[in-house]
T-cell receptor, first 114, second 114 residues
Framework: EAQVTQNPRYLITVTGKKLTVTCSQN?????MSWYRQDPGLGLRQIYY???????DKGDVPEGYKVSRKEKRNFPLILESPSPNQTSLYFC?????????????FGQGTRLTVV | TQLLEQSPQFLSIQEGENLTVYCNSS?????LQWYRQEPGEGPVLLVT?????EVKKLKRLTFQFGDARKDSSLHITAAQPGDTGLYLC??????????????FGQGTILTVHP
């Protein structure tokens, strides 16, 4: 079954304690992204990766890091989380055919930073 | 800067009514997608429109892409409680540094009452 798996689903942490949210896809997609979803703001892209070892900033990259050492995995790292990073996070992998881009999303990680 | 303006943000209707959700932008997109998201889940792709003026139907849902590829609409006929959810539009651009990047609207929360 084609899927994007992210872990954990729920996480409560304290300010400043480094954390990693993992993301894995089994569709052999080259393009992967991280988004955060906040009420009234929709989905905003944090970082994206066009292929292994190729990553770039999205619209809201401050306070986040990513890596893409393997095609299937794209972890999101918060080196020193702060309360304003409390949000719902989604990993997505994308298929591109011609002019068309279709994204497949994980189930989300609800992060609370206290 | 919100490049995709989605309206309305909230919609509460009775079962059997019709509704339309709009997605507008001043930018041209190579394709536009509509996603539906249920609580506790990631967005799931409903449809992609690529050609200006294109109309696609998915059972009671009709999607239209504007002639200039700057706007789109989602029309639901005879809404049912099962249609309840968050509807998101997303535009994609092809080529250059924006290749594969999806820009999302703020979303429309639809509630259909029995």
């Amino acid at each position: 079954e084609a899927q994007v798996t992210q872990n954990p689903r729920y996480l409560i942490t304290v300010t400043g304690k480094k954390l990693t949210v993992t993301c894995s896809q089994n569709m052999n997609h080259e393009y992967m992204s991280w988004y955060r979803q906040d009420p009234g703001l929709g989905l905003r892209q944090i970082y994206y990766s066009m292929n292994v070892e190729v990553t770039d900033k999205g619209d809201v990259p401050e306070g986040y890091k990513v890596s893409r050492k393997e095609k299937r995995n794209f972890p999101l790292i918060l080196e020193s989380p702060s309360p304003n990073q409390t949000s719902l996070y989604f990993c997505a992998s994308s298929r591109h055919t011609g002019m068309n881009t279709e994204a497949f999303f994980g189930q989300g990680t609800r992060l609370t930073v206290v | 800067t919100q490049l995709l303006e989605q309206s309305p943000q909230f919609l509460s209707i009775q079962e059997g009514e019709n509704l339309t959700v709009y997605c507008n932008s001043s930018s041209v997109f190579s394709s536009l997608q509509w996603y539906r998201q249920e609580p506790g889940e990631g967005p799931v792709l409903l449809v992609t429109v690529v050609t200006g003026g294109e109309v696609k139907k998915l059972k009671r849902l009709t999607f239209q892409f504007g002639d200039a590829r700057k706007d789109s609409s989602l029309h639901i006929t005879a809404a049912q409680p099962g249609d309840t959810g968050l509807y998101l539009c997303a535009g994609a651009r092809a080529g250059g540094t924006s290749y594969g990047k999806l820009t999302f609207g703020q979303g429309t929360i639809l509630t259909v009452h029995p």
